[in-house]
């Protein structure tokens, strides 16, 4: 009973580094999304995928990519880390990616950028 | 553009009072969903209770309700009785179709309850 999973936990990278941070669902939703948590911001749409093999931008997309592996798995790739991308990211998934369907979060990744 | 606003940073409440938290929204759209979202020091995010907006009934959670007032586009909610493991961030979030189910959020309100 997993629902959706995101490793790692935490991460410190240096400025210019690479990484990706990974989600994966079992719950078979269809959409999955990414989130990035900053104090007094809220939650900020990054990317999302309404179904496998597809991708859009969200409000914060700039130095960051997707990629729709599978309909379980979609991850987010920092290729040049920089310490504006400090923050808390959330994966998140949705049924039917409708109005009425609540979003089922993953527990997050501390990101540091030093 | 649609947008949600939460105007109380910071709140408290006394264990087994009721505290109402604020939210407003703005948005074009004639039917949208509406949610709150209690985040705990854990991080985890998880889902309080949501509404439509063609609902005139407001939507109940046990201890936790909405007063959802579309013309005046407000949408609080209402925490009775509060408990020590309430103590949480409070997002507001609305659902108006866009982006394929993607929620705009406000910035929260931290709310914490004493003993």
């Known amino acids: 009973n997993a629902g959706v999973t995101q490793t790692p936990k935490f991460q410190v990278l240096k400025t210019g580094q690479s990484m990706t941070l990974q989600c994966a669902q079992d719950?078979?939703?269809?959409?999955m999304y990414w989130y990035r948590q900053d104090p007094g911001m809220g939650l900020r749409l990054i990317y999302y995928?309404?179904?496998?093999?597809?991708?859009d931008k969200g409000e914060v997309p700039n130095g960051y990519n997707v990629s729709r592996l599978n309909k379980r798995e979609f991850s987010l790739r920092l290729e040049s880390a920089a310490p504006s991308q400090t923050s808390v990211y959330f994966c998140?998934?949705?049924?039917?990616?409708?109005?009425?369907?609540?979003?089922?979060f993953g527990n997050g990744t501390r990101l540091t950028v030093t | 553009a649609q947008t949600v606003t939460q105007s109380q940073p910071e709140m408290s409440v006394q264990e087994a009072e009721t505290v109402t938290l604020s939210c407003t929204y703005d948005?074009?759209?004639?039917?949208?969903?509406l949610f709150w979202y209690k985040q705990p020091p854990s991080r985890q995010m998880i889902l309080v209770i949501r509404?439509?907006?063609?609902?005139?009934q407001n939507a109940t959670e046990n201890r936790f309700s909405v007063n959802f007032q579309k013309a005046a586009k407000s949408f609080s909610l209402k925490i009775s009785d509060s408990q020590l493991g309430d103590t949480a961030m409070y997002f507001c979030?609305?659902?108006?179709?866009?982006?394929?189910?993607?929620?705009?959020f406000g910035k929260g309100t931290k709310l914490s309850v004493k003993p």
């Open positions: 998140a998934t949705s049924k039917l990616g409708i109005m009425n369907s609540p979003l089922h």
């Open positions: 719950m078979n939703h269809n959409s």
């Open positions: 995928s309404a179904s496998e093999g597809t991708t």
């Open positions: 948005t074009s759209e004639s039917n949208y969903y």
């Open positions: 509404q439509e907006a063609y609902k005139q």
């Open positions: 979030a609305l659902n108006y179709g866009g982006s394929q189910g993607n929620l705009i």
